[in-house]
């Protein structure tokens, strides 16, 4: 990984230095690849299962010349917040709340909040408040598959009924479709390194379930589920390339 992006790196400043575009002046396209990080707080059915949590991802802008934004971008969510964590695993719980392992002790476990997304954008960058033509304004929307569980970190998989395949009948496997709105701002710099976005980014997600069988209801869920997300999100871009506009005008 650490060579991959020396390399990305180098090729970045390659084309760097055999670009003649000045971008302060001249509306550019461009293929954007970045990086991002969100806090993201949960509404909805979610909310009644975990608490905040964040979320890494990266993908690929292509901007055009007209300000136009086409994105592809992957997420991988994370969250250490579980509710109702004793209700779910009540069948394999002693009265105390623990769980005995195979070797007669208290098992020792965790439990996460996992899950990911996948996602198509459209968005256009509004030059308003700001000299550079390819900053500004960023709205975009779009469209995508988000899936979530509840991840039991059992260590060394000591008790069987929390391990493999039995704990898929606790983890809470949903997935859905998602819709996501953003608006915030867009900056592209005079150098490959100095380019970032940032702002607020909303997600509705419409799942269900993805088991057969639920342990603790003792039959699938069948319910449909409303999650809402409300995040800070910031990127990090690295532009590969740029390229003028077919069409050049002077003042």
Request: net charge positive; proline share 3%; charged share 20%.
């Amino acid at each position: 990984m650490r060579k991959l992006l020396i390399i990305l790196l180098l090729i970045t400043f390659f084309i760097q230095g055999r670009s003649q575009s000045t971008v302060s002046d001249t509306t550019l396209s461009a293929f954007i690849p970045f990086f991002s990080f969100s806090y993201q707080f949960p509404g909805g059915d979610i909310a009644e299962r975990y608490g905040q949590n964040a979320t890494i991802g990266g993908g690929f802008h292509y901007k055009t010349n007209k300000n136009w934004l086409w994105t592809g971008e992957i997420n991988f969510i994370f969250g250490n917040d579980v509710k109702n964590a004793e209700s779910i695993l009540s069948m394999v719980q002693t009265h105390d709340g623990y769980i005995i392992d195979g070797n007669g002790t208290y098992a020792l476990y965790a439990l996460y909040e996992r899950g990911f997304s996948i996602h198509a954008k459209a968005g256009k960058v509004i030059p308003v408040l700001h000299s550079n033509p390819n900053s500004g304004l960023f709205v975009s929307g779009g469209i995508g598959y988000l899936m979530h569980r509840m991840k039991i970190d059992n260590q060394h998989h000591t008790a069987p009924q929390i391990s493999y395949d039995y704990a898929k009948g606790y983890d809470r496997l949903n997935g859905g479709v998602v819709f996501s709105e953003f608006v915030g701002w867009f900056f592209m710099g005079k150098t490959r390194i100095l380019n970032f976005y940032g702002g607020i980014e909303l997600q509705q997600a419409f799942t269900k379930s993805r088991r057969d069988y639920v342990f603790d209801l003792m039959k699938k869920d069948t319910n449909k589920y409303k999650d809402l997300f409300f995040g800070i999100k910031i990127g990090w871009m690295i532009p590969v390339n740029r390229r003028m506009p077919e069409a050049y005008y002077y003042y």
